[in-house]
């Protein structure tokens, strides 16, 4: 429990940090620590599978992707003065108000007396099957969409160097 | 003999009280483990500038010990007391922190690799894919070092660093994915129990396959060019950029750069040992009477000594031709090399299957490498010597 509350705490601070921070690659690499802790919070649920795919996925090609986006085009930008709008305050309140609104929609409704099935073990292997069997055609039209966005990349990229 | 490590670590952790044993043996794998890789780093410096001398026909380091295997501790003490260089415009959270944070993922790639039967720091059901997330996340962190030093050069090295990594890992996490196929299993404790056993005398490891002795040569050279080791360390090559994205440090945090880099490269190989060469099993039947670890760290020994032989040997590749090599040859062979290993699997034991996979093998790199001088005179080797 005590694990789960820092690790909650180190992706809401990352995410925080990534929203207000005022140099922008300062803001991709607090994204990259919110990135970190979600996969820490998925390996403590014992998602073992999701857990290190987050970490291979996105700290290690989609926060690339984000920094060189920034690089490329606006990094060498002077840090912006802060972003706080003028009325923080009330949109302060107006956030906990609905938050508040919404949690104890949740707490009071009957979700909370359903009976809870014992957590399953998931396998990669069992993961593998499925992904076989029951999955097939979306692993399938994954590929196809995943093969199309490479070959859009190279011809985006190829035709930058035929019109220099 | 074999297990003495194992009992050794259970002696101690019987010491701790019952709610605390798991953390104290967690925390004496990891001592265990940061202990004999930083040691091993050592002897590897000294290894590798002696092996370097030698193939360059010059002594290596021969002033500080006998043979200078006392130079790390020269180096150690030299990049402790070197004063620590940061630039007035550098980004000095990010600068600071890059190699600090650096090191921990290379140590932990190292947390799934068995060193020995039931030596294992980590024994997960996806140890492989722990391993290759864990290298994915080292190439941000080359790239903040490279982007926090406000310097042009240090930019485009960790630019290219990362162009590099990131074609290369593809090849490599191809090549894994032909050995996890077979295997079965992502764990690597399960990928060593399928290659125990001998078979007419030699071991039943992967690399004596067709499919596996590709796949073993395809990972090495992917393995050198995610360590950014010769004959592909253009980012950091000496002669090419400075040392690339790390040109603003000094003293310590450059030690720390290397230490990461040799550990990474300690990392892959001993990944290596674990998917293609068998992990700890001796190679002979009548040879496993010597600790499981002891073969371990010869195979590991070895293949250092294979890469510190290439980085003597080969020139650098420059940027386009390595991004070539990696795209257009390694990525079509890696992928041919999963369906030969495929094959493999299906086919009746014997002679027939041999040959099926070779040939599956052997084609395609000669008709790619062919194909890909593209009718280009490359005709026979002449040599020139100094006289």
């Known amino acids: 429990m005590i694990l789960l509350i820092i690790l909650a705490l180190l992706t809401l601070v990352g995410a925080v940090a990534a929203m207000s921070l005022r140099n922008l690659v300062h803001c ?27 970490i291979l996925v996105y700290i290690g090609a989609v926060a690339i992707l984000i920094v060189f986006a920034i690089l490329l085009t606006r990094g060498s930008e002077t840090p912006q003065p802060s972003i706080l709008s003028p009325s923080w305050l009330g949109g302060i309140a107006v956030a906990v108000v609905v938050f508040s609104v919404l949690a104890m929609t949740i707490v009071r409704s009957a979700i909370t007396d359903r009976n809870l099935p014992a957590a399953p073990q998931v396998s990669v292997r069992q993961i593998g099957e499925q992904l076989m069997t029951k999955y097939l055609l979306p692993l399938e039209v994954i590929g196809l969409l995943l093969t199309a966005a490479l070959i859009g990349a190279v011809i985006i990229a190829m035709q930058e160097k035929e019109t220099k | 003999m074999d297990q003495i490590f194992v009992t050794l670590k259970h002696w101690l952790v019987g010491f701790g009280p019952a709610q605390c044993q798991p953390i104290i043996s967690a925390i004496i794998s990891v001592a265990g483990i940061i202990g004999v890789f930083a040691t091993l780093f050592a002897i590897t410096t000294v ?55 650096l090191v921990a993922p290379v140590f932990l790639a190292l947390a799934v690799v068995p060193m020995g039967r039931n030596m294992v720091a980590i024994d997960i059901d996806a140890g492989v894919l722990f391993f290759f997330a864990v290298g994915a996340a080292t190439e941000l962190l080359l790239f903040m070092a490279g982007w926090s030093s406000r310097n042009k050069y240090s930019l485009l090295g960790a630019m290219r660093a990362i162009a590099q990594m990131i074609s290369y890992e593809v090849p490599l996490i191809l090549s894994a994915v032909s050995v996890i196929m077979i295997a079965g299993s992502l764990s690597t404790v399960k990928i060593i129990e399928a290659q125990a056993g001998y078979a007419g005398g030699l071991p039943r490891w992967f690399v004596l396959t067709p499919w596996g002795l590709a796949g073993f040569i395809l990972f090495m050279i992917a393995a050198a060019a995610e360590s950014n080791r010769s004959p592909f360390d253009l980012p950091e090559g000496e002669s090419e950029i400075i040392a690339g994205y790390y040109i603003e440090y000094s003293g310590f945090k450059f030690a720390l750069f ?15 040992i674990t998917l293609f060469l ?3 099993h001796a190679p002979f039947a009548f040879l496993t009477w010597i600790p499981s ?20 040997t080969l020139p650098r590749l420059r940027m386009d031709q390595l991004m070539n090599f990696a795209w257009k040859f390694m990525l079509p062979m890696a992928l041919i090399n999963l369906v030969t290993a495929g094959i493999w699997r299906f086919l009746d034991p014997g002679i027939s299957r041999w040959l099926i996979c070779s040939f599956l093998v052997l084609g395609p790199y000669i008709m790619l490498a062919r194909g890909l001088l593209q009718g280009s005179n490359v005709g026979k080797r002449t040599y020139r010597y100094a006289d």
């Open chain 2, 278 to 280: 068998g992990g700890w």
């Open chain 1, 28 to 54: 991709a690499l607090a994204l990259t620590v919110a990135f970190a802790g979600l996969a820490a919070l998925y390996l403590q649920l014992d998602a073992q599978f999701v857990g290190f795919a987050q």
């Open chain 2, 258 to 272: 290397f230490l990461g880099e040799y550990i990474g490269m300690f990392a892959v190989s001993g990944l290596a």
């Open chain 2, 47 to 101: 290894l590798e500038r002696k092996g370097l001398g030698r193939i360059q026909n010059r002594y290596g380091p021969n002033r500080v010990g006998p043979f200078g295997i006392l130079q790390p501790l020269a180096d150690g003490v030299k990049a402790i007391i070197k004063e620590d260089i940061v630039p007035r415009t550098a980004d000095s959270v990010v600068h600071f922190l890059a190699p600090l944070v």
């Open chain 2, 293 to 312: 670890y002891v073969w371990f760290f010869g195979k590991l020994l070895a293949l250092i000594a294979v890469f510190i032989w290439v980085r003597g």
